[in-house]
């Protein structure tokens, strides 16, 4: 999921959120979902990342209650966000650094309406 904005100023912080359901498989899984901006993650005030847990009894295909990925940033990796177009996007970044595993299935909904708003706030 992305969407481009134009960033009107170099010296504001963006204000990100995610919203939409998200498809988890099998049970006792873990994943994290983060915000990207050109490719590559907020790094100022902090990298932008929600984990998404499931405990069921059962390894079925299923669906996770509505979720959220939401923050703020004002650089990357490669310096701070300059005014001009940005493609922001929302990626799954893999199992959770406290006990993922690599074989959950993960995607985004497609079924449901979700949408990535962006706010720009001056210092």
């Known amino acids: 999921k992305s969407v481009t904005y134009d960033k009107q100023r ?19 899984r873990c994943n994290e979902y983060s915000f990207q901006f050109d490719g590559q993650e ?10 998404l847990h499931k405990y069921s009894s059962s390894n079925s295909h299923t669906i996770a209650p509505p979720g ?16 001009g177009p940005l493609s922001i996007s929302v990626h799954i970044r893999g199992p ?21 708003l962006v706010e720009e706030y001056c210092p």
């Open 68 to 83: 959220e990925v939401s923050g703020f940033c004002n650089a990357t990796s490669r310096g701070p966000l300059q005014s």
């Open 96 to 116: 959770c650094s406290s006990g993922g595993d690599s074989r959950t299935g993960k995607s985004f909904n497609g079924k449901v309406t979700s949408y990535i």
């Open 42 to 51: 907020c790094t100022q005030p902090a990298p932008i990342v929600n984990s």
């Open 10 to 28: 170099n010296d504001t912080i963006l204000k990100v959120e995610f919203h939409s359901q998200f498809w988890q498989y099998y049970n006792q």
